[in-house]
């Protein structure tokens, strides 16, 4: 079965210019992804993950800076638009429209003096002006039927009047007014107890299936990314170093960090077993150390990897990784 590209991400840079230097936020990534799928970002804070999400919007924040690249993506009416070079009123119908974005911390997304319909009609009523309060109420209530919340009920509310996890329901259907083809899910369930997340990636699922939806997840719980991925891309230092299929990842990984990311996750099963964490912290983004950048904290590094960058390579049709000793560490994980 062919899959079709929906964005391709081509040789990708973002810096922060700040007093102390250069921040590489994001370095020469490349990454495509399907339509239809669920594709995890997984990583460290401050690996550029959330960076890489924003610029599928046009929407680094100053004083970051798109210094080379392309972000081509396949809008709904079929043709291909690089998303970088979109500029005023073209990107403004840009967003929203083909691509949507639940932000990290959300929950303070919502006008606390404004009832819930009141936000959602003027979210509605900025894209599409000349709709009607009743067309608008259709669609609003349909949205939020879909992610299990009572219209009737939510709309006259104020967001102080719902929980944590409804307020979240109402963001992801607030994401959906104008039916985007992508929504990107930046940490969306950091501030929600393990039940309600629970509730939340049963909905996400839901979508999925009712709606076709892609989906792009920004977080670094790996967890998470078993239950819902269908490929993980994992980045270090602003770089993509492992992609594969959730399964390629969890049970047939080949970066050091992805091996490492994996130990850290606590086993429910063995409660008195050792965690493991990650020796040493995350580079310095302004000053990167020479070689693959994990090589400082990598119990496998040796000269090469002191001294030159790998690139990603294949493993198979699906599966790539940067990493000099790769080949060697599969005989070893597998002897």
């Not at 003027?122 to 599409?128: C, L, T, W």
Request: proline share 6%; charged share 25%; aromatic share 6%.
């Amino acid at each position: 079965m062919v899959r079709e590209v929906l964005i391709k991400i081509r040789n990708l840079s973002i810096e922060y210019k700040v007093r102390r230097g250069v921040v590489k936020a994001v370095r020469d990534v490349d990454l495509d992804v399907y339509e239809g799928e669920i594709l995890f970002l997984v990583g460290e804070s401050g690996s550029g993950k959330s960076t890489l999400g924003l610029s599928l919007m046009n929407l680094v924040p100053p004083p970051g800076e798109i210094v080379k690249g392309e972000i081509l993506f396949k809008m709904k009416n079929g043709d291909s638009t690089n998303i970088l070079n979109l500029k005023g009123e073209r990107l403004r119908r840009f967003r929203w429209k083909e691509i949507a974005m639940v932000f990290q911390s959300s929950l303070n997304a919502l006008n606390p003096v404004m009832r819930i319909w009141d936000q959602m009609y003027d979210a509605i009523e900025a894209h599409n002006p000349s709709i009607n309060k009743e067309e608008a109420m259709e669609k609003v209530s349909q949205l939020l039927s879909l992610v299990l919340l009572d219209p009737k009920r939510t709309l006259k509310s104020y967001p102080h009047e719902l929980s944590g996890g409804m307020k979240q329901r109402v963001i992801i259907a607030m994401s959906l007014l104008l039916d985007p083809k992508l929504l990107i899910l930046d940490e969306p369930t950091t501030a929600l107890d393990i039940l309600t997340q629970k509730n939340i990636i049963d909905l996400l699922k839901n979508l999925r299936k009712e709606l076709g939806l892609t989906m792009i997840f920004i977080t670094h719980d790996l967890s998470l990314a078993a239950e819902l991925a269908d490929r993980v891309a994992v980045m270090y230092a602003g770089r993509i170093v492992e992609v594969g299929s959730v399964k390629d990842i969890f049970y047939n990984a080949k970066h050091p960090y992805t091996f490492a990311l994996i130990r850290t996750v606590p086993k429910l099963s063995s409660l008195d077993e050792e965690l493991y964490p990650i020796p040493g912290t995350p580079p310095d983004m302004i000053n990167l150390p020479p070689g693959c950048k994990f090589h400082p904290r990598c119990e496998y590094a040796t000269g090469e990897c002191r001294k030159s960058e790998p690139e990603l390579e294949k493993v198979d049709s699906d599966h790539m990784v940067a990493c000099h000793r790769w080949r060697e560490l599969e005989v070893k994980s597998n002897a």
